[in-house]
């Protein structure tokens, strides 16, 4: 059983320590699905990441860190238009660039002053995703600038393929609980749909909720919520969260008809 396969990864896990607060987390969760919903298989990489030791930060790194929060700070200060979210965007791939040796160009941003403004208020944000980081194949360098996330779907020659793998600007819900809670997959993709929409990429997940940290503070989903993303591993649709500490949770043991209070999606403006 699932609930078996979580007990033995917790094997050489100190009592008290974060990797063991972040598998009890898990362990209720699925519990709280009673695993009806999962497959009965036991976690392996192939399904679900194992429990990752706390990363320490080199000193470089933490220089970046800190103009990242700067950066964040000063936009805050600032009116929103669409020249200070190209000029933000490009200040943060500058520096997530530089976390990995890498180079991203920021296009100029492609929503209006009304439209960011209408977004606003409706509760959402735009974020910038490079093409070189928006396909499975780039997805590991995300997983470079961030280590702290320790998902097998952030490593290189990770076996989670996208439904599609859009770049650039894109819209998404701001909510640190997702929306679109107790859907189905039918239901959430027939939602989405509805509202002119698409569900986001792992991908855009990832940046999303890497902004939401530095605009906020908060992880998106870090209350607990999990979202299906537009990606797949074995066929099947995954379902994500991350923790407070940044910890990323991919699961492939969703079935499609299954839903659950707290399993929503996120999306963004076609």
């Not at 600032?78 to 296009?107: C, K």
Request: aromatic share 8%; net charge negative; hydrophobic share 35%.
């Amino acid at each position: 059983m699932i609930e078996q396969g979580i007990l033995k990864s917790l094997k050489g896990i100190k009592p008290g320590s974060t990797q063991e607060t972040w598998a009890k987390a898990l362990k209720a969760v699925l519990d709280a699905g009673k695993a009806d919903g999962f497959k009965d298989a036991p976690l392996s990489a192939a399904s679900v990441e194992s429990i990752q030791p706390p990363v320490t930060e080199r000193p470089d790194r933490k220089e970046i860190k800190v103009r990242l929060q700067q950066i964040a700070a000063e936009f805050a200060k600032q009116p929103l238009t669409p020249e200070l979210v190209t000029q933000t965007h490009q200040a943060i791939w500058q520096a997530r660039g530089e976390l990995i040796d890498e180079t991203f160009d920021v296009p100029p941003c492609t929503y209006t002053q009304k439209g960011l403004e209408k977004l606003k208020k409706e509760g959402k944000r735009v974020g910038y995703l490079p093409p070189e980081v928006a396909t499975q194949a780039g997805r590991h360098k995300l997983g470079e600038m961030y280590p702290e996330m320790g998902s097998y779907s952030v490593q290189e020659g990770n076996p989670v393929t996208n439904d599609y793998s859009p770049s650039g600007w894109f819209d998404y819900e701001v909510s640190i609980n997702a929306p679109y809670l107790d859907t189905t997959e039918d239901q959430l993709l027939e939602r989405t749909r509805e509202n002119g929409r698409k569900l986001l990429s792992l991908n855009q997940y990832i940046v999303a909720f890497q902004d939401s940290k530095l605009f906020t503070d908060h992880y998106l989903d870090e209350k607990s919520t999990w979202v299906r993303v537009a990606s797949r591993h074995d066929g099947r649709m995954v379902n994500a969260l991350v923790n407070g500490d940044g910890y990323l949770l991919v699961l492939a043991d969703l079935k499609p008809d299954v839903h659950f209070p707290n399993f929503g999606g996120r999306s963004s403006g076609v």
